[in-house]
């Protein structure tokens, strides 16, 4: 048992078990109380070790001894620090507080990972991380699921939003789409995978959040296309992966029209177009009082309005470097409770912080991944149970896209290290197929 135990961890390397830790971890942060207590703080110090151990390792057992693989993933990370030092530099000639630059680079910090996955992980590896995620997934849609029925069912003007911390984090929006992924690519029927789908994707249902659902069903848009395109290939089990997707599809539609018959998901879209005042009453778009100071109504349209207005405004003043990273902002007739450090829209937060380098760095990296995923579609065999992580990635990437234009998801780590997984797997298996070629 000991022998088979070292072996395992010498094969998969100690950079492999560090990055699995964290992934956990990770999963376990968001799920508890958002007060500093000292589990939470323990947990947070752990993390943090973690992280620095990891970069240490690579940097050792890597670059010292195999140097620099300059790539395109490589040249990706290096750009973007690049950004946020330059932005950086710029606040802070501004006048924005060193305090604030830090807190709005830290939670980028770990795009650095992508690096380190592409450049020190295998191929089968990085699919087990994917895994993983998947699996874990479930357990936080569960609790989602549980929160909605000790506090939600039976109550009209409660959501789970309301008692459990980060209820709108995209963790069980992934996990649908992997899981998914899993059961249409696997040979055999593995209902678990399927199960697991309906699950995350109930509790997606359940948050009641419009942003989060309209993200998951993008998500499972872009994963149906490539499958079909997949289809369209010789060598493919067409009648056998077609039936797989029908059933996905159909399981899930079912899971969507019942919960919108029968949660208040559906009278929420009706509110997509209104705010509410001061009183928590809802007004429409032509109030009375022009004077009239908006809080923020979670998944308010109007409210997202305002902000982009702001930061076009802002945007305008400082067209090529933008406001610098860490810029608190404070919009005329919105409510936040004080100056804040984040916009709803990833776009908007771009050109207000970044500027015109900011916009053209995204663009530039947004066209370097639809050009992959076009030679990519031509390149592979048309077998999906061979490969198929580059198509999953790009769904689960497009997904996380639509999410941060409509939530603040961004700057939270989660975001930033699931992102930086479906990256680097995306990059991977573009190498593979590259070296085939």
Not at 3 to 11: A, V
Not at 43 to 61: D, G
Not at 367 to 378: E, G, H, Q, S, T
Request: hydrophobic share 50%; glycine share 8%.
């Amino acid at each position: 048992m000991r022998f088979s135990i070292q072996n395992r961890l010498k094969n998969s390397g100690v950079i492999y078990i560090l990055l699995l830790m964290q992934l956990m971890l990770l999963f376990i942060l968001p799920s508890m109380d958002g007060r500093m207590n000292k589990i939470r703080i323990l947990i947070y110090t752990l993390f943090a070790c973690l992280s620095v151990a990891t970069v240490l390792m690579f940097l050792k057992e890597n670059w010292a001894k195999k140097g620099i693989n300059v790539d395109g993933s490589f040249l990706c990370v290096v750009g973007f620090i690049v950004l946020c030092a330059i932005s950086a530099l710029w606040g802070i000639s501004r006048g924005t507080p060193i305090s604030d630059v830090v807190r709005g680079i830290l939670p980028f910090t770990w795009f650095c990972y992508i690096v380190i996955i592409t450049q020190a992980l295998q191929q089968k590896q990085i699919e087990n991380m994917i895994r993983l995620i998947g699996w874990i997934s479930i357990f936080y849609a569960l609790r989602i699921i549980t929160y909605y029925m000790v506090y939600v069912f039976g109550h009209p003007y409660q959501r789970v939003t309301f008692h459990l911390i980060k209820a709108t984090s995209m963790i069980p929006m992934v996990g649908s789409v992997i899981l998914g992924f899993f059961y249409i690519r696997k040979k055999n029927k593995n209902k678990k995978y399927l199960f697991g789908t309906l699950v995350c994707f109930i509790a997606v249902m359940l948050t009641e959040t419009k942003s989060m659902l309209m993200a998951l069903v993008g998500g499972w848009i872009v994963l149906g296309i490539g499958v079909v395109i997949y289809v369209r290939k010789k060598g493919v089990d067409k009648k056998k992966l077609v039936r797989k997707v029908l059933i996905v599809e159909c399981c899930l539609l079912a899971c969507m029209v019942i919960l919108m018959a029968g949660t208040n998901l559906g009278k929420r879209w009706k509110t997509m177009v209104s705010i509410s005042d001061n009183n928590g009453s809802i007004e429409g778009n032509e109030a009375e009082e022009p004077e009239k100071i908006v809080t923020v109504d979670e998944g308010s349209v109007s409210v997202r309005i305002i902000e982009l207005k702001m930061a076009v405004k802002s945007f305008i003043n400082s067209p090529i470097f933008g406001q610098g990273i860490g810029y608190r902002w404070q919009a005329d007739g919105l409510d936040y409770g004080g100056p804040v450090l984040y916009m709803h829209n990833i776009l908007a937060y771009i050109l207000m912080d970044f500027g015109i380098l900011g916009a053209a760095y995204i663009i530039i990296i947004l066209v370097a991944i639809i050009r992959m995923n076009a030679k990519m579609l031509k390149k592979s065999n048309g077998k999906i149970e061979d490969g198929g992580v580059f198509l999953l990635s790009f769904s689960v990437i497009a997904m996380a896209f639509v999410y941060a234009n409509f939530f603040a998801v961004f700057r939270s780590i989660e975001f930033v290290i699931i992102c930086s997984v479906f990256f680097a797997a995306m990059a991977v298996e573009y190498k593979k197929y590259d070296r085939i070629e």
